[in-house]
T-cell receptor, first 114, second 114 residues
């Protein structure tokens, strides 16, 4: 079974600074999708960014970007110009192409310090 | 607003009781996923339905069951409730088209078992 590992239970960043959240995964598939979800205190799960494994170019959404290293099975999230509203739990997720299940990591709690 | 609705938002019940959680997916989405999130925990995948058929099972207890109806809404039934079943239960949907490889989460149902 696929596994997703987030080795940083907690991270903190100063407002306006940059922070990188780590995620690694284990799979034998060659084509798959990776996601980062944000869960603020409201507990709503919000999709931040997604990456398709066959695309070499790293995905970017405004201040959020990923560093996708397929060979290393690494998928980190970089948040630039951190804002107070970025404080949340962040989950990394994996889905195989055509797969029936999404696999989530255990999450990283991000604190933004004013 | 993700377009996924869940009812009720909150549910308080006693041990040994049975409850039903309801989920309506986004219009046109054929897949429904159920997750359990206990306090300060990650997302535990429970079950996946696609167009009325069960597609994958995760760590779902035998006391729990689910179904997806012809109108594509889904229900998660939890019976013989225990204190440890207190959690946030999420439903997510995905479907065909350009967005088919990402999940859209509902706001969750917070279940408290006393």
């Amino acid at each position: 079974a696929q596994t997703v590992t987030q080795s940083q239970p907690e991270m903190s960043v100063q407002e306006a600074e940059t922070v990188t959240l780590s995620c690694t995964y284990d799979t034998s598939e060659s084509d798959y999708y990776l996601f980062w979800y944000k869960q603020p205190p409201s507990r709503q799960m919000i999709l931040v960014i997604r990456q398709e494994a066959y695309k070499q170019q790293n995905a970017t959404e405004n201040r959020f970007s990923v560093n996708f290293q397929k060979a290393a099975k690494s998928f980190s999230l970089k948040i630039s110009d951190s804002q107070l509203g970025d404080a949340a739990m962040y989950f990394c997720a994996y889905r195989g192409k055509g797969g029936n299940q999404f696999y989530f990591g255990t999450g990283t709690s991000l604190t933004v310090i004013p | 607003d993700s377009g996924v609705t869940q009812t009720p938002k909150h549910l308080i019940t006693a041990t040994g009781q049975r409850v039903t959680l309801r989920c309506s997916p986004r219009s046109g989405d054929l897949s429904v996923y159920w997750y359990q999130q206990s306090l300060d925990q990650g997302l535990q995948f429970l079950i996946h339905y696609y167009n009325g058929e069960e597609r994958a099972k995760g760590n779902i207890l035998e006391r729990f069951s689910a179904q997806q109806f012809p109108d594509l809404h889904s229900e998660l039934n939890l019976s013989s409730l225990e204190l440890g079943d207190s959690a946030l239960y999420f439903c997510a949907s995905s479907g065909g088209g350009i967005d088919s490889n990402e999940q859209f989460f509902g706001p969750g149902t917070r279940l408290t078992v006393l």
